[in-house]
């Protein structure tokens, strides 16, 4: 026979497996996160996408107790530096092309001297 709780709230009888009290609907536990492949598919293109953002579905995974679960953040967290570090390189890659073409503008106008 399972082990048996009481429902803090109705007092009824709950298994130590239910997450809501079958009596009164009363939310007992938190439920682990989903590890299915479409989930985690999610998880990674918001983190590797959408990088700040990345870091709230990361850090939920990394607090669950399971060894999976635990993999999902850490591989969010990864991509979502790697993607902090691609961004800024390409926007400083960009940014100094963008800088000589406006010196290269300015040193033609003080060639002809206007």
Same mark, same amino acid.
């Given at each position: 026979?399972? !082990?048996? $709780?009481?429902c !803090?709230?109705?007092? &009824?009888?709950?298994?130590?497996t239910?997450?809501?009290? !079958? +009596?009164?609907g009363?939310? /007992?536990k938190?439920?682990?996160? #989903?590890? #299915?492949?479409?989930?985690q598919i999610?998880?990674? /293109?918001?983190? @590797?996408? $959408? !990088?700040?953002?990345?870091?709230?579905?990361?850090i939920?995974?990394? *607090?669950?107790?399971d060894r %999976? &679960?635990?993999n999902?953040? /850490? &591989? &969010?967290?990864?991509?979502?530096?790697? #993607?902090? =570090?691609?961004? @800024?390189?390409?926007?400083? %890659?960009?940014? +100094?092309? @963008?800088s000589?073409?406006?010196?290269?503008? =300015?040193?033609?106008? *003080?060639?002809?001297?206007?």
């Amino acid at each position: 026979m399972e !082990p048996q $709780l009481k429902c !803090p709230q109705c007092k &009824a009888d709950v298994s130590l497996t239910d997450y809501y009290c !079958p +009596n009164c609907g009363n939310k /007992l536990k938190d439920q682990p996160l #989903s590890n #299915s492949l479409s989930k985690q598919i999610m998880v990674y /293109l918001l983190s @590797f996408l $959408l !990088p700040p953002f990345g870091l709230v579905p990361a850090i939920k995974y990394l *607090r669950q107790p399971d060894r %999976k &679960a635990k993999n999902i953040g /850490l &591989a &969010a967290i990864i991509l979502t530096v790697v #993607s902090l =570090v691609m961004s @800024f390189y390409i926007s400083m %890659k960009f940014i +100094n092309v @963008f800088s000589g073409g406006i010196n290269d503008q =300015v040193g033609i106008y *003080r060639n002809l001297g206007l």
